[in-house]
């Protein structure tokens, strides 16, 4: 590992601790080094705060600040060029003087794009792109794919029986409750999970028949914003049992500006509906093979059990061809 790998391998450690508080920025680490000794670090904490690169910079002690104009930033997403909800960093770093800057990966929001670097390159600050990359791309990777491919990065999560059931058959709520197959352990990772998503959807069956919470109370971390996917759509005004009911939508391109669009239809009492950067799918075998069907999905994970049901409903059927894309297997 040579020391550009080094530093910005801390860069990643750092930027993780903002992995349930700054989304829907990125998360971003970076640290200052001068002649192999690290002067400053800081991480991005939260959404609207200050940028890694300034909490980096104003870690450094006094004494220290004159080395600034001598050293090293390395931060693992390239500094914003923009007036956003705080100064662009790019601008920091250039009244700096820093001597040196390495990036681990472009951003490729179209507010940055390559200007940062530029910036940077214009104050005289020799630039390096691309330590680490891939691990730099993966940790924002619901980042980079929202900005990118211009629609959410899709998660898919089920439980299964060990004979490949994902519940036994009901016609409505009458009929008891779904199986239950997560152990504790299993079911505080799958809030873990919802933690870490902007959006969580269900099918409208699976919404009727279980009235899934879909929230965080198993883990630290905002509960994600309810959705379900349904083609019988409502106009009816809420009542006050009704506070907590999710959006509707009437289709999956209502997720997707890069498919076809169509107007999401919502609730008339929802406010403006706008895609989320990372969707956690969760509900009903219908629902996640619609989303297999279409290829419109990033990440899966299914867990197994050692329950057999020997009939019920099927669980969804994966593509062989995984396209390099994860899938985790768990076992409860």
Known sequence: ???????????????????????????????????????????????GGPHAEVNAVRSVRPEDEHLLSQSTIYV????????????????????????RVVVGCLDPNEKVAGRGIRRLQEAGIEVVVGVLEAECRWLNRKFMTFHSLHRPYITLKWAQSADGFIDRRRKNADDGEPVHF??????????????????????????????????????????????????KMEDEKPTAEDAMRPTLISHLSSLSPALPTSCPAEHSQSPLFV???????????????????ADLWDEVYIERTDIVLGDGIKAPEMKTDLKGRPMHVNFA
């Open 182 to 231: 997560s152990s504790p352990w299993t079911q505080m990772l799958v809030h873990r999970l919802r933690a870490t998503h902007e959006a969580i959807l269900v099918g409208r069956r699976t919404w009727e028949l279980d009235h899934p919470s879909l929230t965080t109370r198993l883990w630290p971390g905002k509960s994600p914003k309810r959705l379900v996917l349904t083609t």
């Open 275 to 293: 895609p989320p950067q990372s969707l956690l799918v969760e509900g009903g075998a219908q629902t996640l093979q619609s989303f297999i069907d």
């Open 76 to 99: 693992s997403l390239e500094p914003c060029s923009h007036w956003g909800k705080t100064p662009p960093c790019a601008e920091l770093l250039a009244e700096k003087g820093f001597r």
């Open 1 to 47: 590992m040579t020391s550009d790998e080094k530093y910005m391998s801390r860069c990643l450690q750092l930027a993780r601790h903002g992995e349930l508080t700054t989304a829907p920025n990125p998360m971003v680490g970076a640290v200052i080094v001068h002649d192999g000794r690290i002067i400053g670090e800081g991480w991005h904490r939260r959404y």
